[in-house]
């Protein structure tokens, strides 16, 4: 048998999977690179992705004045040298992206245009219309299509990270399609998978993104950095998580709970709709626990009205606001106020890596927001996920194929005899045994741990309860049956073997907040309600052990900018 | 450069002779009206054709073309004509919107300086060509 | 797959097209003046008689005009029928079709030139 | 908002290892007046059958990946309410003139091929350094190829095309499309390089513009339009050539 080799192999197709293959691609001649994606590339969830990429493109504008509102809003847990090193790369990235021909707006003088965003001080968001990250990831994915050393497998899904002498030397994979596992070897693996919102009930996260990329590092003993940090976005829709975005707002939308009231006055007067991401989450949360929401079948939400901004000014305005609507679930926001509550949407955390990407592990590398390079700290700012993809897609890619060409390929039989037993081992875990436990289940019932113990506010009980309902979760998860035991497209198995996935990644992320004893950017602790420098400013690395994850910590690269408070 | 997936065996639904009138148990009304829209076509060259014997028998004579002349008042070709007309009509209705629609999305074809002309007017400009060709056509059959 | 820029094809789509704009504009009206008008005696049916026919055919203006009239309308019906046989059940005479038709569509033009301005 | 209704929903299954021709299944769901058709087939998924497969992702119309026959009609099963189904008993099947590999999943490599050889890259004869910053392109500019940019790659409209149903070597709708949308592109010096494909036999000459493909577009790309548009300056163009063969060939 033989098994397919690559210099360098990318683990996720979207839009920092495939910056990072064509990084790789370019950075020497004759590199041969692997993308494997359990989708087609141009599925990932970088297409969701709306309002736009930050980056200094304008004379009003500075490096040091993006860093410092990107360090700020990670309310300091930011690493400054990797901010620093994003900030300036991000310029180029954008640009080699609008030479990729990805159809930025323009101004009248044909200049790319720039709008403002939450949490930055001047207009730096490029954009193009309000898909920016759909024509991101076509963009990529159409010109990586030019490349002849870039070989996909589209469908295929990584079950597990290959390891020989404490290095990384390619991966097993599911062929989706046929329902054989393969080994492919590589010199250098980038994880791309991008984050985990999908342990969580409600997220605008799309079905995808479980967390896989993260929990298949955690297992070959890579550290998770920073999991408990996770960004919610106050006005998604409930049940679906789709995203109503904050421009909805900024028109003049009024956020309304069940007694009528624009609540917001009680929490932040001066700014209403208008206050920050996290802020206005947490005051869901407060109006909830006063009994002030609406209860439908998917759980509490409040009213996001515009039915006094008119049908002109909302078809002007907010055009896919009410598309999604009226499409994705039926409702006119002309006529009826929407429902909405606050839905997690992204992942700070992720795979622990070094300013250009790669690991504590030799031949490991991570980029997007599968990993965390600490860029973002306890708080993304909006656009920049975007700009990460690009920025640290790129030197990942770079860096493993320098890697890849000082390094030879391990032994291709020992290769064969591991996928063989990956194969093996997920038929006797998954048909062979007869268990009773259904995926759905374990899978709602993780959900719903999660929201209550490591949702928007947290306290060490609540933690301490979701901690010990992964654990049984993880016990129930070994007694798992699957319905369907064909090899063809098998998505009920793609299905399990991701809950394995999420199971790992929430486990790692309720431990490291229960460990957290303070308040910092998006989590926020009920029982620590203060920012604690002394005694927290500094990453979380969880590892996964037999037992209970380990939590360690590593201080956090200062430059220029010291902590101060963040007030807006 | 993609990687070929390990070939499984696939199974492909035939398509139906007649999709234009239905395909697994559905109708499509819009595939029907494309069929009669290029049906208008076979109209259209069989009357090209009548009225080309009808200029060839001009070379055998006035009689020849009396007689002729005569039959077409019969039940048979007026009911071919008068189909042959709404086919006809139908060919021109919808050649005339698909310009239109196109002319209107089109890049560069009906640009004033940068502007692009609004395709009402340019419905106008189609559907008035008709109007006018026609009523020449007719003033001209009348009077010369 | 090898692809390759198909040089005949614009031409029988340009003549397609422009016959298309011809029937569109000028059909209709012949229709039904010569086909239903005259008649059914609504109009004068004077105005078909051998005489005056023949009177205008004397104008080559009028000659050429029912040269564009009845020569490209063939194009335009030949490139439809072509398709449309195949897309209705005879997609496995795709290659023969296009003989069949245009091949007919040219015999056409032969014989609308060959009366015009040959026997006329 | 939360009265449940139940509807009848006969989904077409196909299982290779086990039969040689599809089946069909009819499972009754229990829905909410908000679901859409995907949501039914997930809670078929969680709840009543494991075994039956479909893809999606995104579920807001955006990733392209959940789009399937209901009634006949090729739609984003993300897109399609319950409701607007209700009373009557649903047929879903994947898409129409591909392969089906498993059930609602259908095999779309042919695609994947033909994507490649339309060359939906920025071509340039000399490509600018990015020091030198970003092309120059005016909103005018954007405006003429925008719309063939909104392309999601959701399938639809191969499954709409009749002509694509009998001769699978038509490059097809979307393919096209994005083909010309980056000949539009003022960026782009390609066209030449993409010649061949798009005005080949199998390309644009092809199509007998039925409209289809643009009427179920859920992104209106309209590719029926890209389509005539090409066909229009390809006869122009090799008119230009035949009346004035000196003429600059570009």
Known sequence: MNIPKHDVLLVGGGGAGLRAAIAASETYRGADIGVVSKVYPMRSHTVSAEGGTAAVMREDDNLDLHAYDTIKGSDYLGDQDVVEAFVKEAVDEVIQLEHWGCPWSRDEDGRVSVRAFGGMSVKRTLYAADKTGFHMLHALFQTSLKYDAITRYDEWFVTSLLVEDGRVCGVTALNIRSGNIHAISAKSVIICTGGAGKIFPFTTNAAIKNGDGMALAYRIGCPLKDLEFVQYHPTGLPGTGILMTEASRGEGGHLVNSKGERYLSEYVPGKMELGPRDILSRSFIHEQRQGNVFEGPDGSYVHLDLRHLGEKVIDEKLPFVRELTRNYVGIDPVIEPIPVRPVVHYCMGGVHTDIHGATPISGLYAAGEAACVSLNGANRLGSNSLTECLVFGARAGQVAAQHAADTDFADSASMVKMAQDEQKRIETQFFGNNGKERVANIRDDLRQTMEEGAGIFRTEDALKTTCDTIRTLKERYENIGIDDHSRVFNTDLVNALELGYMLDVAEGLAHSALLRRESRGSHARSDYEERDDENFLKHSLAYQTDGDPRIEYMPVTLTRWEPEERTY | ?144 | MNYKEHKSEPFWWGMFSQGGVIAALLIPIHIFLCGLAVPLGLIDPELLSYERITALLQNPLVKLYLCVLLIFPLYHAAHRIRFTLAEIGLHSLAKVLPVLCYGGALAGTAVVLYILWVLL | MSDLRTIKITVLRYRPEEEDEPTEQTYEVEFRDDWVVLDALNHIKDHIDGTLSFRWSCRMGVCGSCGMMVNGEPKLTCAAMLRDYYPNEMHVEPLVNFPIVRDLVTDMTDFMDKLKAVKPWIIREEEKPVSEGEYLQTPDQLKDYKQFSQCINCMLCYAACPVYGLEHDFVGPAAIALGHRYNLDSRDEGNQQRQHVIASKEGIWECTYVGECSVVCPKHVDPAEAIQQTKVATTTNRLKSLVMPWGNKK
């Not at chain 2, 077409?72 to 060919?91: C, D, N, Q």
């Not at chain 2, 005339?96 to 002319?103: C, V």
Request: hydrophobic share 50%; aromatic share 18%.
């Open chain 2, 1 to 144: 450069m993609m990687l070929d997936s390990e070939t499984t065996k696939t199974y492909t639904r035939p398509i139906s002779k007649a999709w234009w009138l239905r395909d697994r148990g559905h109708f499509n009304r819009r595939y029907f009206m494309f069929l009669l829209r290029e049906l208008t076509s076979v109209f259209v060259a069989l009357y090209v054709v009548i009225f080309t014997y009808e200029i060839f028998l001009l070379t055998k004579g006035p009689d020849a073309h009396a007689a002729f002349q005569e039959s077409l008042r019969s039940g048979p070709f007026i009911v071919f004509f008068v189909i042959a007309l709404l086919f006809a009509l139908y060919h021109s209705w919808t050649w005339l919107g698909l310009t239109t629609k196109m002319q209107a999305a089109g890049r560069g074809l009906v640009k004033i300086g940068t502007k692009t002309l609004p395709p009402i007017f340019i419905a106008l400009g189609s559907y008035g060509a008709w109007i006018v060709a026609t009523c020449v056509i007719a003033y001209l059959f009348l009077t010369l």
